[in-house]
């Protein structure tokens, strides 16, 4: 059977998900007609039955497909920071340094110190940054290096996983 790399099956998935939405467009271009009463009913280039088969084939694709990524994403691992992930787990890791990094780089733009409102006259308040805002902006950047590090770790095993599937009839 030809196969597919993991990195193609992504794109592939999204171009079925795209075809599935075309072809239910179809189905309701030509399930109706507007005919003045007593006319003929034109010939049709295709009629729904046909579209309802194309797309129960293409649903069906999608399905493998889908099976096949996520058994992928299972069995497959990737070695970072010395430690084995899956790609599942490689790919939830990345978000969540992303999401870290952010974070971080949100404390490491705040000030140091910075006049806060007051309600009362005659009251100065200050809000007080309770870490170094320095060493928060470098950790987040450490850490969004560190997920651009997995996700192309993520990314050069998707190139080299192949999927038994047959994409003859979309590429």
């Known amino acids: 059977m030809p196969k597919i790399s993991l990195a193609e099956a992504v794109k592939l998935k999204s171009v079925l998900s795209k075809r599935i939405h075309e072809l239910e467009e179809e189905m309701d271009r030509v399930a109706f007609i507007d005919i003045e009463k007593g006319s003929n009913i034109p010939e049709q280039i295709r ?7 194309d797309l129960e084939e293409v649903r069906k694709d999608f399905r493998l497909l889908d099976k096949l990524m996520y058994k992928a994403n299972i069995e497959n691992e990737i070695v970072f920071n010395d430690e084995s992930f899956t790609i599942v787990e490689a790919i939830e890791l990345a978000t969540q340094l992303r999401a870290k990094a952010r974070k971080y780089k949100e404390y490491g733009a705040a000030p140091k110190e910075e006049f806060s409102f007051s309600y ?49 009839k979309y590429f």
């Open 47 to 53: 009629r729904l039955t046909e579209v309802e088969v």
């Open 120 to 168: 009362s006259e005659g009251v100065t308040l200050l809000k007080v940054a309770m870490f170094d805002p320095e060493a928060y902006r470098l950790k987040g950047l450490e850490i969004e290096r560190q997920a651009n590090r997995l996700s192309n770790l993520i990314n050069a095993k998707n190139y080299s996983v192949e999927l038994d599937f047959d994409s003859e």
